[in-house]
């Protein structure tokens, strides 16, 4: 899974575990999602004439954690926007600093809700580390949540596109990937935990299952990827391409129902 998603969702998950007083100490900047950040701060964007600004909000996670409570949010959830952008799906575009969608934090107050969106601005450097900024881009908005199904129904469907695509990539020499598929598969119906992104015991294992399942199958990036694949038999490809978009659609639905396991507060 991208760097950028895990990340987003890890917020999200570890600011309702400080919201009930569970955030673990050495969260930031210690956890794996922050591993090659140089740093995370939160903004504000400010109309000043034709163009934005930005203003300093909170210089780390735990700090913007604390001051939303202050603010009184009540809840953080995830949100995601498809780009449908006719020059390049977000499968092919998710590799790409800001595509794949957009993935959004959203933070619920009584008034109405806040949304952060990330922006990642690469090393000057080989080596060096990325600046992730989150910016409020949207406040006190009432926007509708879609109803999700139940993870459950998504465990099956999940299931159904890993296997399919899996003997598809075995079929055509694919082994690797096809390998990278089965695991996500046997994570579907594991109860082993990988504790890659969220708290401990944050969520049911029906959505822990689903979360690991996205970890261990997610082939899609840049060059070198499952999206980098390119087969001289025209059926083949379309065959490809049916499959790729249909188990990326299932992940990206697998990652919003795992984001957000909890009733929305009345």
């Known amino acids: 899974m991208q ?14 575990a400080y919201l009930s007083g569970k955030l673990e100490e050495d969260y930031f900047p210690y956890h794996q999602t922050f591993a090659f950040c140089e740093s995370v701060r939160f903004v504000d964007l400010k109309e000043s004439g034709d163009a934005m600004t930005e203003e300093a909000f ?9 001051t939303l409570k202050d603010l009184g ?8 926007i498809a780009s449908h952008d006719a020059e390049m799906s977000d499968r092919l575009s998710v590799g790409y600093p800001g595509g794949g969608g957009r993935w959004l934090i959203e933070t619920i107050m009584p008034q109405g809700s806040d949304y952060w969106e990330a922006h990642w601005e690469a090393p000057d450097e ?12 949207l406040r006190d908005a009432q926007m509708p949540e879609p ?23 075995k079929a055509n020499g694919q082994e690797k990937f096809a390998e990278a598929f089965n695991r996500g598969l046997n ?11 969220y708290p401990p015991d944050y969520a ?9 399942a996205v970890i261990e199958g997610w082939v899609f990036g840049g060059e070198g990827s499952w999206n980098d694949l390119r087969f001289d038999d025209e059926a083949v490809q379309q065959e490809y391409e049916r499959l790729s978009d249909q188990l990326f659609n299932f992940m990206n639905l697998a990652l919003l129902v795992v984001a957000n396991p909890w009733p929305r507060p009345e």
């Open 3 to 16: 760097g950028s998603i895990a990340q987003t969702l890890s917020l999200a998950a570890h600011g309702n």
């Open 58 to 66: 909170a210089a780390d996670p735990v700090s913007w954690f604390g």
């Open 73 to 80: 949010v009540r809840q953080f959830r995830i949100r995601y």
């Open 126 to 137: 080989a080596g060096g580390k990325w600046q992730v900024t989150y910016a409020r881009v």
């Open 147 to 169: 109803r999700m199904p139940p993870p459950q129904m998504v465990n099956k469907k999940l299931g159904d596109a890993l296997r399919d695509t899996a003997r598809f990539a």
């Open 187 to 197: 994570a579907l119906k594991d109860v082993r935990w990988e504790r890659q992104v």
């Open 204 to 212: 049911p294992l029906e959505h822990q299952q689903l979360l690991t």
